[in-house]
């Protein structure tokens, strides 16, 4: 079982930054061997993709609409994977969410059905 914690969400102006976190626990294991990924969800609207990295931290992806402005990346030995997001723009404004897949084996894609463990989820709201 893979237990997930987001933490840093807040209120930041346009512009301003704000640096997620998402600390993961597995049962039996010392170290959270897993892909992540983050995810969003703004008021009426889907979930959607905003970044992923692989376990050993290589390999990233991002969301079109959070390139150059938004950085994944983790510290397996904290077991935290972390999204520095910077130039906030109120349409960031939503419920940030981070996601594991099935297995340590598996990669983290862009589509939420690659996921299987998720966090509660923390609020970043960002005003004009």
């Known amino acids: 079982q893979v237990h997930l914690v987001e933490s840093g969400g807040g209120l930041v102006q346009a512009g301003g930054s704000l640096k997620l976190s998402c600390s993961c626990a597995?049962?039996?294991?010392?170290?959270?061997?897993?892909?992540m990924g983050w995810f969003r969800q703004a008021p009426g609207k889907e979930r959607e993709f905003v970044s992923a990295?692989?376990?050993?931290?290589?390999?990233?992806s991002y969301a079109d609409s959070v390139k150059g402005r938004f950085a994944i990346f983790r510290d397996n030995a904290k077991n935290t994977v972390y999204l520095q997001m910077n130039n906030l723009k109120p349409e960031d404004t939503a419920v940030y969410y981070c996601?594991?897949?099935?297995?340590?084996?598996?990669?983290?894609?862009?589509?939420?059905?690659?996921?299987?463990?998720w966090g509660q989820g923390t609020q970043v709201t960002v005003s004009s």
């Open positions: 990295i692989s376990w050993s931290g290589r390999s990233t």
């Open positions: 597995v049962s039996g294991r010392t170290f959270c061997e897993y892909a």
């Open positions: 996601a594991a897949p099935p297995s340590s084996a598996a990669s983290a894609g862009p589509r939420e059905y690659d996921y299987d463990y």
